[in-house]
Nanobody, 123 residues
Framework: QVQLVESGGGLVQAGGSLRLSCVVS????????MGWFRQAPGKEREFVAA????????YYADSVKGRFTISRDNAKNTVYLQMNSLKPEDTAVYYC????????????????WGQGTQVTVSS
């Protein structure tokens, strides 16, 4: 079993920055590709970013490209999401997720999920 715990969410003004962290336990972290997703009230969960198991390949939704950066530290079993130039439309619950093997952008590809952390961006 794999456990994921996110942290780092909060309230920030538009234009500000936040760094989300997700600590993974229970399996060999470096075996898993990691993703960040978000879900706003009344909307479906959507892909934000993903990173390969070795950290050499990253993928982003068009809506966050150039503003968000995903990274991982396999020695610390942690994946990060650095969010800059935040906009009110980035307001959502952010989830990290793990999948064995290659990276993906679909919710259904990921087997393990964290409980989520709230990010609120005020205008």
């Amino acid at each position: 079993q794999v456990q994921l715990v996110e942290s780092g969410g909060g309230l920030v003004q538009a234009g500000g920055s936040l760094r989300l962290s997700c600590v993974v336990s229970g399996r060999t972290f470096s075996d898993y590709a990691m993703g960040w997703f978000r879900q706003a009230p009344g909307k479906e969960r959507e892909f934000v970013a993903a990173i390969s198991w070795g950290g050499t390949r990253t993928y982003y939704a068009d809506s966050v490209k150039g503003r968000f950066t995903i990274s991982r530290d396999n020695a610390k079993n942690t994946v990060y999401l650095q969010m800059n130039s935040l906009k009110p439309e980035d307001t959502a619950v952010y989830y990290c997720a793990a999948k064995y093997g290659s990276s993906g952008s679909r919710v259904g590809e990921y087997r393990y999920w964290g409980q989520g952390t709230q990010v609120t961006v005020s205008s």
